[in-house]
């Protein structure tokens, strides 16, 4: 792997942190997603960089989705955009409970940190609305063809999932073929994802970051090239 400032994430703890400290900035960010190491710590904790075994990924064409979700993206009720309200999508997601979590690991640094990302063109957020009502999203970062999913919301059943959807259709549209879910969940394997070891990963990031990607603004672009899964199509 080329040089970085991290410990070697291919020899590092299968479950615990990979480094403890450092700082937020972007060029620190940046080296660390592209190791394959991301940044995960609560309120008042030293910032702790982990890179897990194995690792959560949702592989193009992968994604599953029940009939309820189905039926509300062909419903009509939301519109879909990129990249037009991040920091309230990362708010939205730092208030999302979490069963035997106190307070959140979205912190206020965190926030601050990731949009500079987003300002200058890595970070992006899918936003669900209803209305004017922003009802459901995610966000994450962008590296080559690679996309790391950090977080996402619902104030809506099935928002966040229909978020996630129309990611996966731009990222296959654009010729992404990796998305990092980070840590495995019941919940992220019952989307499609599945858990791959670590040096597979690691290895497919190296892949996916000999590709050019789409750095930049996302705002504006079309949410669902592919239609919707009834054939339908999406309204921006």
Not at 28 to 51: K, N, R
Not at 107 to 135: C, I, K, P, W
Request: aromatic share 12%; net charge positive; glycine share 14%.
């Amino acid at each position: 792997m080329p040089r970085t400032i991290f410990p070697d994430p291919r020899t590092g703890p299968r479950d615990g942190p990979l480094a403890i400290g450092g700082t937020l900035a972007p060029s620190v960010l940046l080296e660390a997603y592209g190791h394959g190491i991301f940044p995960w710590f609560g309120p008042g904790e030293s910032i702790m960089w982990w890179s897990p075994d194995p690792r959560a990924v949702l592989w193009p064409g992968a994604l599953r989705l029940d009939h309820g979700v189905r039926r509300a993206l062909n419903s009509g009720r939301w519109t879909f955009s990129f990249d037009r309200c991040f920091e309230r999508v990362m708010k939205a997601c730092a208030m999302v409970p979490r069963g035997g979590q106190v307070g959140t690991w979205i912190t206020v640094e965190m926030q601050a940190a990731y949009t500079v990302l987003h300002e200058v063109g890595y970070a992006h957020s899918v936003e669900v609305f209803r209305g004017q009502d922003l009802v459901g999203g995610l966000y994450g970062l962008a590296l080559g063809a690679g996309f790391f999913g950090e977080s996402m919301f619902h104030l809506e059943r099935d928002a966040s999932k229909a978020a996630l959807f129309v990611l996966v259709r731009r990222l296959e549209h654009w010729g992404y073929f990796l998305l990092d879910c980070q840590l495995p969940t019941p919940h992220l394997g019952s989307l499609g994802s599945v858990e791959v070891p670590r040096r597979q990963f690691l290895a497919a990031l190296a892949g996916a970051l000999e590709r050019p990607g789409r750095r930049g603004s996302w705002a504006g672009v079309p949410t669902l090239p592919g239609g919707l899964p009834g054939g339908g199509t999406a309204r921006n």
